[in-house]
């Protein structure tokens, strides 16, 4: 696996003067293509009222009348046309989530907004239906997820080196096209498509960089901004791993104590529950099980553990896969795995982990070696045995076969209307400080804090939905560093 920013979206599934781009897009008018065309996306999203279309954009902002691509986009009309506002744009995270598929499955959650805003969401360049990259394929997927990350800096050379190789040779013609700085550009030519004269936005997670990106852009047309779960574009790589890893291990301790408060099965108190699940995982190591001809690792169990924990309303699930699998059943733990890692329910996968790494390595000229990832996994190791091993993760750029640039890491909104960031004081993926870190860099922000778990904001709390709803539908800004229990 890979700890990632990855989606702010299991709270919603179980709830049902600064810099500026130089690009030919940044200081003119976008020139729109032909209009957006919305048409049945497929039967499911006909029913519920959603519509999709593709936008076409340039693959290479440099050439922009060379080769274009599509960007597929979905919407859902909003219910009281005589009060419309405009377009909300979402994004959900990643880097790689595909936006149609989750508005598809979460728009309810959004119904309040949707009163007034057509709900749009789009998959960005790279990801699912808009070029979507791809690395490997089939079984060789399935056997890079059981392998990687390697705790053995030699192993986990050759298992990266064939995974950027896989990279070049199935999706080598987007590769140089993918990161952020494209992503905004593109976001920029939907603004103008959807005819909104100020994009409105709504991110989560690494869709907090995205907009942050783009308002560090496009600041005169930032509308209504929220970014929720936010990421801090301005740290290293290996800073970055380490923060996340260190975030995961302080929910894990946090879920350990709240397991052993609801009389868990797993131990007595939290040295004993951990000892069972540590204890576990080296099980799994020396014997993995057998789920309908597919095995369950101890790469399985800890991705398990990670996908847990975005969400304090999966904890139980959790502990009932433990408590399963410590009986010889693995179908609890393979379940959490196959959602982190991306598995559809026909046993293919999407493009997420293939996704996840070609924005990521687009986005830094940052190369940390895998030698030096490795030593970080082994300082990290006693605070973090579950995670520490994905600081590993953090050398993949070292082999990457396209260079990266640095452009989005200089976040600078000034000029740009109101920007609310959203943080969660237990959010393992994007931890906290990073969203205080992100609001002090737009310089156009304000805070709001949650008390609790899990990642991501809106729809945990009233307080927060309250807060962000009035800004949207009337513009309201929250105080200046609202708490919210």
């Not at 519509?51 to 009281?80: F, H, M, W």
């Not at 749009?120 to 990350?149: I, N, Q, T, Y």
């Not at 579950?386 to 082999?399: H, P, V």
């Amino acid at each position: 696996m890979r700890l990632t920013a990855s989606l702010a979206i299991a709270f919603l599934v179980c709830a049902l003067a600064g810099w500026r781009d130089d690009g030919p897009d940044a200081s003119d008018p976008p020139t729109p293509g032909a209009a957006l065309v919305w048409q049945s996306c497929d039967a499911q999203s006909t029913v519920a009222g959603f519509s999709c279309a593709t936008l076409k954009v340039p693959l290479d902002y440099t050439k922009p009348n060379g080769e274009q691509i599509g960007i597929a986009l979905i919407r859902l009309q909003a219910k009281d046309k005589a009060q419309r506002i405009g377009s909300l744009v979402f994004n959900f995270g990643g880097p790689g989530g595909s936006g149609v598929t989750t508005l598809l499955g979460a728009g309810q959650a959004f119904s309040t907004l949707n009163q007034r805003y057509d709900l749009v969401s789009f998959d960005p360049r790279g990801v699912e239906r808009s070029e979507g990259v791809h690395c490997l394929r089939g079984p060789a997927l399935e056997k890079w997820l059981d392998a990687e990350p390697s705790e053995d800096t030699a192993t986990e050379t050759k298992l990266t080196k064939a995974f950027s190789e896989g990279c070049q040779r199935l999706s080598g013609r987007v590769l140089p096209y993918v990161g952020t700085i494209n992503a905004v550009r593109d976001m920029e030519r939907m603004r103008a498509a959807l005819g909104d004269p100020k994009l409105n936005f709504f991110g989560f997670s690494y869709g907090t960089q995205l907009g942050a990106v783009y308002a560090s852009q496009f600041p005169k047309n930032v509308g209504r901004m929220v970014l929720d779960s936010a990421v801090d574009p301005a740290i290293s790589s290996l800073e970055s791993s380490r923060i996340q890893i260190m975030g995961f291990q302080h929910a894990y301790e946090d879920y350990l104590a709240d397991c052993v408060k609801q009389g868990c099965a797993l131990g007595k108190d939290t040295a004993a529950a951990n000892a069972t699940i540590l204890g576990l995982l080296d099980d799994l190591a020396k014997q993995p099980l057998n789920v309908e001809g597919r095995t369950v690792t101890r790469e399985t169990g800890r991705t398990a553990v990670a996908e847990a924990l975005y969400s304090k309303l999966s904890w139980p699930l959790l502990t009932d896969a433990i408590s399963d699998a410590l009986k010889g059943d693995g179908a609890g733990l393979l379940n959490l795995a196959d959602q982190f890692n991306g598995r559809n329910p026909d046993g293919t996968y999407n493009t997420l982990q293939s996704s996840l790494v070609a924005i990521s390595c687009a986005d830094t000229t940052d190369r940390p070696t895998i030698a030096r990832a490795e030593a970080l996994m082994r300082e990290l190791t006693p605070k973090a045995p579950i995670f520490a091993s994905e600081a590993a993760g953090a050398g993949t750029c070292s082999l990457w076969p396209f260079p990266g640039e640095d452009k989005n890491h200089q976040i600078n909104a000034t000029g740009s209307n109101p920007i609310v960031v959203v943080g969660v004081t237990g959010d393992p993926a994007t931890p906290y400080q990073w969203a205080q870190s992100l609001t002090r860099q737009l310089r156009t922000a304000t805070l709001i804090t949650l008390e609790g778990e899990g990642h991501g904001a809106y729809g945990q709390s009233p307080c927060v939905d309250a807060a962000v709803n009035n800004y949207l539908l009337n513009g309201t800004v929250p105080a200046p560093n609202l708490h919210c229990p």
